[in-house]
Antibody, heavy 119, light 109 residues
Framework: EVQLVESGGGLVQPGGSLRLSCAAS????????MHWVRQAPGKGLVWVSR????????NYADSVKGRFTISRDYAKNTLYMQMNSLRAEDTAVYYC????????????WGQGTLVTVSS | QSVLTQPPSVSAAPGQKVTISCSGS???????VSWYQQLPGTAPKLLIY???KRPSGIPDRFSGSKSDTSATLGITGLQTGDEADYYC???????????FGGGTKLTVL
C-alpha cells in the first residue's frame, strides 16, 4: 500500500528555519517526480516545488525560490523540504505528493503537516 | 490570484449534473490537466488525470474534457457526498511551475 507521511511542521518565528520530511512506503521515490504543495488556512492549493527521480532536476514557485530547498534520501525513501527565512505568508498545511501520468497529476498525497510562522 | 480561473462556487440538486470550468492559457491548459476533490479537513483526492482519465476507483460519474485554453470537470448523478472543493491543476511551461485553479465549492442543494 502506497503511503506518504509528513512530519516536521510546527511553530517558528519569522526569519526562522524548519525542515519537513515525507516518508514514503509502498513504492520507491526514485521512480517518480515528487512534489510539495501547500494550503494556507481557508485558502486554495498552491504548488511549491518538485524534484525528479534521480534528484538532478528541481523547480520552485517564485514565492519560495532561494529560500526553500527540496531534496530526497533514497536510502530512507524520504522526501525533504528545507525552509529558511520563513515569513508569515508561508503559514500553511504542507502536503507531499507523488505525480504520475503524462502531466503533473498527483495520485497520492500525505496527510499534511502544519507550519505556522508567527512571533 | 491564480493563473487558472475557476468559478468560486457552483450548485445543483441531487441527481443533477454540474460542470466546473478551468480557464487558462496555452502555456498551462495546453499541457495535461488534472482534477482534485478535497473534502473538509482532508488531503485532495485525484479524480481526473491526463485531461480525461479516471484513476482506479473513481466512478464514471466524474469526467474531464479540454479545449484549447479551457478544461471542464463534469459530475453527473450528484450526491450529497460530492459536496467538496474541486481544483484543476497543470504545469505552466512559461513559469516552469505547477499550477492550481483557485478552487470551486460545490453545493448539492
Amino acid at each position: 500500500e502506497v503511503q506518504l507521511v509528513e512530519s516536521g511542521g510546527g511553530l517558528v518565528q519569522p526569519g526562522g528555519s524548519l525542515r519537513l520530511s515525507c516518508a514514503a512506503s509502498g513504492f520507491t521515490i526514485s521512480s517518480y517526480w515528487m512534489h510539495w504543495v501547500r494550503q494556507a488556512p481557508g485558502k486554495g492549493l498552491v504548488w511549491v516545488s518538485r524534484i525528479n527521480g534521480d534528484g538532478s532536476s528541481t523547480n520552485y514557485a517564485d514565492s519560495v525560490k532561494g529560500r526553500f530547498t527540496i531534496s530526497r534520501d533514497y536510502a530512507k525513501n524520504t522526501l525533504y523540504m528545507q525552509m529558511n527565512s520563513l515569513r508569515a505568508e508561508d503559514t500553511a498545511v504542507y502536503y507531499c505528493a507523488r505525480s504520475v501520468g503524462r502531466g503533473v497529476s498527483f495520485d497520492y498525497w500525505g496527510q499534511g503537516t502544519l507550519v505556522t510562522v508567527s512571533s | 490570484q491564480s493563473v487558472l480561473t475557476q468559478p468560486p462556487s457552483v450548485s445543483a440538486a441531487p441527481g443533477q449534473k454540474v460542470t466546473i470550468s478551468c480557464s487558462g492559457s496555452s502555456s498551462n491548459i495546453g499541457n495535461y490537466v488534472s482534477w482534485y476533490q478535497q473534502l473538509p479537513g482532508t488531503a485532495p483526492k485525484l479524480l481526473i488525470y491526463d485531461n480525461n482519465k479516471r484513476p482506479s476507483g473513481i466512478p464514471d460519474r466524474f469526467s474531464g474534457s479540454k479545449s484549447d485554453t479551457s478544461a471542464t470537470l463534469g459530475i453527473t448523478g450528484l450526491q450529497t457526498g460530492d459536496e467538496a472543493d474541486y481544483y484543476c491543476g497543470t504545469w505552466d511551461n512559461s513559469l516552469s511551475a505547477g499550477m492550481f485553479g483557485g478552487g470551486t465549492k460545490l453545493t448539492v442543494l
